[in-house]
């Protein structure tokens, strides 16, 4: 009985013996620990940035109206007659150069929704300038103009820059964002005009005249793309269409003030840019696991 249970106890010890054996690594081949297993880092977009932006601003649609006022609308002074007057004037198109800078905040959401608010100011040389000239019958009535057949105008316009303030969503693609925007414009302009009616060929009354700066408020909308390159660095593409109503210029004749005419600019244009932006305290939210 005793031998049995020494045999007994002994087979015990040899066979856990040789199961840990079995677990051990060969000596043929290094151990190696298992390998972490890391999720790919997402982009946050939170925080404020700075940056440059260049392109290209092409004009549509520009165009002036230029419409009588004042006495000239009054039946005693002049018998209700078509008046000088012409409207869709100086339509021009063409593309100028832009460039200017841009500051912004952007506010990532837990679903990967951006919200943002961007600001920017930007260089535009545009230049633009037309003129006309209308023959009618002899003006009848009473009035200074009575008699004359003919008027003129001749007009300059510059807008030298504009800026806009526009809220952005966007949706955070790790990093790249795709985002649409649209807010208010604002421009400043400089402008001279002026106008001269003539009987057979002769300046009669005095010339109506108007010379001036003014700063405009409009709207505009648009879309683009932003991808960061480093946790702080990021280029964008963007596309705006911005519409600007420069309101209503007096042309007074100094001669005879009740008498004017009234000139109405507006100006369109869509806006194609690059830009670089940098980003300031950049992380991302680094994710991983190990198993």
Avoid at 160 to 189: C, H, K, N, Q, V
Avoid at 218 to 233: I, K, P, R, S
Avoid at 265 to 277: I, K, P, T
């Amino acid at each position: 009985m005793r031998n049995a249970f020494l045999c007994s106890v002994a087979l015990s010890v040899l066979t856990v013996a040789g199961a840990n054996a079995a677990d051990l690594p060969s000596r043929s081949q290094p151990y190696m620990p298992p390998a972490a297993v890391y999720a790919p880092s997402v982009m946050n977009w939170t925080g404020f940035y700075v940056g440059v932006n260049v392109g290209a601003a092409i004009a549509s649609g520009t165009s002036n109206a230029i419409a009588p006022g004042g006495d000239f609308l009054n039946p005693a002074a002049f018998p209700p007659v078509a008046l000088p007057g012409v409207s869709g004037f100086g339509q021009k198109s063409g593309t100028n150069f832009t460039g200017g800078f841009q500051v912004g905040y952007n506010y990532q959401l837990n679903n990967s929704l951006v919200l943002g608010l961007e600001g920017d100011i930007n260089y535009r040389n545009r230049n633009r300038s037309g003129a006309f000239i209308s023959a009618f019958p002899a003006l009848a009535g009473a009035g200074p103009f009575t008699g004359t057949d003919g008027f003129s105008y001749s007009g300059q316009n510059r807008n030298e820059w504009f800026a806009t303030l526009r809220p952005r969503i966007g949706i955070a693609l790790d990093r790249a964002m795709p985002y649409l925007t649209g807010g208010l414009a604002y421009s400043g302009t400089g402008s001279s005009s002026s106008a001269q009616f003539a009987t057979a060929g002769a300046p009669t009354g005095g010339a109506f005249l108007s010379t001036g700066g003014n700063k405009t408020v409009g709207w505009t909308v648009g879309a683009g793309l932003e991808y960061a390159f480093t946790n702080n660095l990021s280029a964008k593409a963007e596309y705006l269409y911005v519409n600007m109503d420069h309101g209503s210029q007096f042309l007074v004749n100094a001669a005879n003030p009740t008498y004017y005419y009234v000139n109405k600019n507006e100006d369109r244009m869509h806006v194609v840019r690059a830009g670089l932006n940098y980003r300031f305290g950049g992380s991302n939210n680094a994710v991983f696991a190990k198993y």
